[in-house]
């Protein structure tokens, strides 16, 4: 007696990266986005391009003016180039905007970083665009939904980061999910 055995193979499916890539700038305070804008495509994020998005300032004073009463911004950002640019120091002290220095190599101290892009690519996963604009679009309409209370929970982490970092005395160390 003969026996056949047919063997059915799962298909699995493959993630590969898009090849639309689009750039987010984004800024925000405990109660939720103050800025944002996406980079043209092609163009390079430079020290001239950074002091233009720091326009921010006249959006504060827009959306947020019971904010805007001291005429002060506390800014804080990584150590890109563009960011630590002369060019950028000179706009930020002109502009009375306070930077909250960032360690090297620290991407977790950056709230962008542990916790908006997760928050953006976790309900973007595995979803399929076909125009950069579809990218832009999504991205909005996910940084829309993230409540207040994210964003002031993400203010205590990193709250906490920082601490934690201070009595590391800025050695390394690994940071807990929940920190």
């Known amino acids: 007696m003969e026996e056949s ?14 090849k639309l890539k689009t750039m987010l700038i984004c800024f925000f305070d405990q109660e939720g986005i103050v800025h944002r804008e996406f980079v043209p495509p092609g163009m390079t994020v430079n020290a001239d391009f950074y002091c233009d998005v720091l326009r921010l300032r006249e959006n504060m004073r827009r959306k947020k003016p019971q904010k805007w009463q001291n005429q002060n911004l506390i800014i804080h950002h990584d150590n890109a180039p563009a960011h630590k640019s002369f060019k950028v ?13 960032h360690p090297p190599y620290s991407p977790d101290l950056a709230p962008c970083d542990f916790f908006l892009f997760p928050k953006l690519k976790l309900r973007m996963k595995g979803r399929r ?5 579809e ?3 999504e991205s909005q309409r996910v940084l ?7 964003f002031h929970g993400c203010f205590q982490a990193w709250q906490k980061r920082w601490d934690r970092c201070i009595r590391a005395k800025g050695e390394y160390f690994e940071v807990d999910g929940g920190i």
């Open 5 to 18: 055995w047919i063997f059915k193979t799962q298909k699995k499916h493959v993630c590969k990266k898009s």
């Open 89 to 101: 120091s000179q706009f930020l002290a002109k502009n009375n905007m306070t930077v909250v220095p």
């Open 129 to 133: 665009f076909d125009t950069i604009e």
């Open 135 to 137: 990218i832009q679009e």
């Open 144 to 150: 829309d939904t993230i409540p207040k209370r994210d």
